[in-house]
């Protein structure tokens, strides 16, 4: 009897070099391991076991499980969680293999599974397992997600909404003008085009033929715009596709994209752009945007971190139309801890000068945006209390004329972009001069975002201090997909901060943290609109 796939599956091992855990919020150390594919109760799972531990990475194959390759014998397993799951975020590891013949040995059983189990596939560049009928773009993005994706930049609302963003257009304007002698008489690519936009700033500059690539519904009002400005609409074919699936006539001397999300890699879309380098790019090919930074910094807000904290008090009802919603007070406070917040803040409420980790379009490989591990430093500028981690970022058109910057800073003109902050459910304490040291780990998933871990730590300081060791800690997981919005539109934010309400109407955030059943208690029975007026 000749034995299934599936069955020979159960029956291989394939040894390891090592393992190492991306989902935890610290470093975690590698060793070597045991790969083993199993199935129990109709249950396919695909295990990693550490041979000098007990401890066991799982991932269930049924669910959305994808393989990246980052060399012949490195590679990253992410598994994103199922609806059904508790656990919101994804996890995954990096597994490295002894030689390539191990490595090539697993990728053939892998895809061998996926073949009988799941879909036809076939091994893609990058060590994507994909479908025969789903471009590389669908294997790596769930269907849920890319509808709502292009169904949102479909729209012309949305367009102009980023169009109204002086500052975003504007500078591309400006990069593009500045800079005519990398435009004229050359052929362009605009990578996701929308409404076609840079193309057409493109043809002003006098490039000989710009493609416009747009996946969205938005190629078709493309179209019709760029039909009505005939000055350039000779120049300029509007391609309705994702760049990973269509084909052009001829290599393009100039990319210009927009490909920026929130903190600078949110919607995975610098993915396409630089397979977009690849396919299209002629060498020495000029790119616009060049390259991108993500920048960092500590600060302390106690009137966003009391708001967030206020959040989760409807859940410590002990008496909600007779029932008790305590049991998922915890919960709900760590979901709300887990929203990173966008908005426009002060840049007074850092407490330290910030960091920066630089990202160059021209070199960067797909694969690099898989996992982004930035370890932090900072030295405190003031004595107060750490509520998280601000971000923003900016980018750079080097062009052969001007060196342009478009940037997303607090201070500077706000963006639809604004910034990002990711705050702590446990601030942590620092003096002036104190060293705050961490790590921004950032995993990809397939709802084209990252889970995001964060770990900011408070130095030993006084006597002792060279001997290192940290004082205190502080961990939080944060989902950049779902992210707390706190303005619907670009505006200044206030020159200073709102004067405190008055001490018989405020909650400090030392009573949040209290756990003293009395202190609970004293706060629930404050009326609902003066917890409304903190917000």
Known sequence: MEVSPLKKLEQLEFSLDSVTDLSSPSVSSSSPAVATFSSVDGVTELRFLQSDSAHCFTFDLASAQQLFKLGPIQFICVSDSSESSEEKFSKGVNIKFRNEKDSKDFCDSFEEWRKDAVVKGSSLQNGTISSSNKSKFDDKIEASSAKMYFHYYGQLLHQQNMLQDYVRTGTYYAAVMENRSDFVGRVVVDVGAGSGILSMFAAQAGAKHVYAVEASEMAEYARKLIAGNPLFADRITVIKGKVEDIELPEKADVLISEPMGTLLVNERMLESYVIARDRFMSPNGKMFPTVGR?????????????????????????????????????????????????????????????????????????????????????????????????????????????????????????THWYQIRCVLSQPIYVMAGQEITGRLHLIVHSAQSYTIDLTLSAKMWGPGASQGGILQSSTCKFDLKEPYYRMSQPQ??????????????????QDIQTQNDELQDELLQQPPQNTSAQL
């Open 294 to 414: 993500i920048h960092m910094a500590p600060f302390s807000d106690e009137f966003l971190f009391i708001e967030m904290a206020n959040k989760a008090l409807f859940w410590q009802q002990q008496n909600y139309y007779g029932v008790d919603l305590t049991p998922l007070y915890v919960s709900a406070h760590q979901g709300y801890f887990s929203q990173p917040v966008v908005d426009a803040f002060d840049p007074r409420l850092l407490v330290a000068p910030p960091m920066c980790h630089m990202i160059d379009f021209t070199k960067m490989k797909e694969e690099d945006f898989y996992e982004i591990d930035i370890p932090l430093k900072f030295t405190a500028s003031m004595c107060t209390r750490v509520h998280g981690l601000a971000c923003w970022f900016d980018v750079l058109f080097d062009g052969s004329t001007v060196q342009r910057w478009l940037t997303t800073a607090p201070g500077a003109p706000t």
């Open 492 to 509: 200044a934010y206030p020159v200073a901060q709102e004067p405190p309400l008055p001490p018989q109407e405020q909650l400090s955030t």
